[in-house]
């Protein structure tokens, strides 16, 4: 990506266009919900929200996936690291989610690898065979492809010592929670990638009457999405909008979803906020059955207990901000985190701790 093409989404002269055509055209109030951890980080570094009328509020709603996965999932993972000849292989903010900490298990001797892909796990099985490598699963439609493309190519190896504790979810069934729960949202900036494309935001605009606008990252991206959603509000329509053309199409990415729907099948998952969503999580199928860590290992553990005086939950919900919370930016940090919230670099309390104070 050049410089250029960096500099024309972060030109002065169009954001203060935007800014003013947004003005123009807010009249009536709404509430506007972003949907992505890339969006949340993104808003707050640009100082989005000190730029939009007062007619404009914005939500960060239930989009890192850090900050929503289970502690049951984490404690888990833990259970599997502990575990003779296991290698556990995640992504770095994970191990930082406070409570029952796989930092701290690593400290005590635990072989907990961070990666960057889920590929480095699979050639860590191949180059390891005399050890059991577990990969921790999780993330949204971006990264689910990911891990059905590991586990394809792990059964086309034969490797035997390659699983994955999935804990993957989807986006469509939690913004239909949101609005369910009677959460007042009147738009929604929808995460920005090439997976899915726009077909399966269409159910939110059609049942609620709520428009959709599928956004990119960058400041001119998030502010003409704002001005895409406040023109649809004032003129009553709702529709499923892509202002992220240069990468989003329609269709998305066929072969993607191929491997999506082949690998993992849909089931009732658990989210930090809202408790269990019917159909929001995927599942490893039968069929690679041999490739999911829990049904292989058979983990048990006992119930999972949430941080005291944490309000992540409030806040994946749009109800609280980070400035509500009596230990944020006191007991709570990101050098000593108390909730999810605070441990990703998308998480809303890390971007109001490093941007709103």
């Known amino acids: 990506m050049s410089m250029r093409f960096l500099d024309e989404f972060r030109d002065k002269s169009i954001v203060t266009g935007l800014v003013g055509r947004i ?213 009553r329509k709702a529709e499923v909008e892509i202002q992220y053309t240069r990468v989003v199409k329609p269709g998305g990415n066929p072969a993607a979803r191929k491997v999506m729907e082949e690998v993992f099948r849909p089931e009732d998952e658990w989210w930090r906020g809202f408790g269990v969503i019917p159909a929001s999580g995927l599942r490893i199928r039968d069929t690679f059955s041999r490739f999911d860590a829990e049904q292989y290992f058979q983990i048990e553990i006992p119930k999972p207990k949430e941080p005291k005086g944490c309000i992540c939950g409030a806040l994946m919900k749009g109800l609280r901000t980070p400035f509500d919370c009596k230990l944020f930016g006191k007991e709570c940090r990101p050098d000593h985190p108390v909730g999810a919230c605070m441990v990703s670099q998308e998480g809303i309390c890390a971007a109001y701790y490093r941007y709103e104070r």
């Open 23 to 235: 003005r123009e055209s807010s009249v009536t109030p709404v509430t506007l919900m972003e949907v992505c951890g890339g969006h949340t980080t993104a808003v707050h570094k640009s100082g989005i929200p000190s730029l939009l009328p007062d007619t404009i509020r914005l939500l960060s709603g239930p989009g890192c996936p850090v900050c929503v996965t289970s502690m049951e999932f984490i404690d888990k993972a833990i259970a599997l690291s502990q575990m003779e000849g296991v290698t556990l292989t995640t992504y770095g903010d994970l191990v930082r989610v406070p409570g029952s900490s796989l930092e701290l298990e690593k400290s005590k001797g635990a072989d907990i690898r961070m990666v960057y892909s889920v590929m480095e796990a699979l050639e860590l099985a191949g180059s390891q065979p005399e050890r059991k490598i577990v990969f921790l699963g999780i993330g949204f439609e971006t990264t689910a492809p990911a891990t059905a493309l590991a586990i394809l190519e792990a059964k086309k190896r034969d490797l035997k010592n390659f699983f994955v504790l999935c804990s993957h979810k989807i986006m469509p069934p939690v913004m239909k929670a949101l609005v369910t729960d009677g959460i007042k949202i009147n738009g929604f900036l929808a995460p920005g990638h090439a997976i899915t494309g726009s077909a399966m935001y269409r159910p939110i605009a059609e049942k609620f009457h709520i428009p959709v606008v599928i956004s990119g990252f960058e400041p001119v991206d998030i502010l003409q999405s704002v001005l895409m959603l406040v023109t649809q509000a004032e003129s």
